[in-house]
C-alpha cells in the first residue's frame, strides 16, 4: 500500500469508476478516524475535527482549504465554534476514489501539526 500522506491526488476521467466497498474498507484502515457515510445520496468518507476555539476552527478550514486547492481535490466542510466536519467524495465518479483517501490521510496530517503547535 501506497503512503497516502505523501501520495499526490490525480486527475479522474469520467471513465473511472468508484472503488468498491472491499477497497473502502481496506483504505479505511489506512485512516481509522474516518468512517464511511452517505451525504446527499453519495458514498462518503467523513471525520468530525475537535479544536480548542472558534479561531483554531477556523484556521484548520483555512488550512484544508489550500490542502484542496493544491491537490485539486476539494471537501464538503461544516464547522462549528469548536469543530470542524470534513466530507470527502469524488464527484466524477459519484463515490469514493483513492484521492478521497488521501486527502483524509494529507488532512489528518494538517489536523495533527495543528494540534502539535497547541
Not at 469548536?82 to 463515490?95: A, F, L, M, P, S
Not at 496530517?109 to 503547535?117: I, K
Request: a negative charge; one cysteine or more.
Amino acid at each position: 500500500m501506497i503512503d497516502l500522506k505523501k501520495a499526490q491526488c490525480t486527475r479522474v476521467m469520467k471513465s473511472a469508476s468508484a472503488i468498491g466497498l472491499e477497497e473502502v474498507k481496506e483504505f479505511l484502515h489506512h485512516v481509522p478516524n474516518w468512517h464511511s457515510d452517505t451525504f446527499k445520496g453519495h458514498l462518503v468518507v467523513r471525520r468530525k475535527f475537535v479544536l480548542s476555539d472558534y479561531n483554531r476552527a477556523r484556521r484548520f478550514v483555512d488550512l484544508v482549504a489550500d490542502l484542496a486547492e493544491f491537490e485539486d481535490h476539494h471537501p464538503e466542510i461544516i464547522f462549528g465554534y469548536t469543530y470542524v466536519e470534513v466530507i470527502y467524495w469524488t464527484h466524477v465518479v459519484d463515490g469514493l476514489h483513492m484521492n478521497d483517501f488521501i486527502m483524509a490521510a494529507k488532512t489528518d496530517a494538517v489536523y495533527e501539526n495543528m494540534v502539535r503547535r497547541e
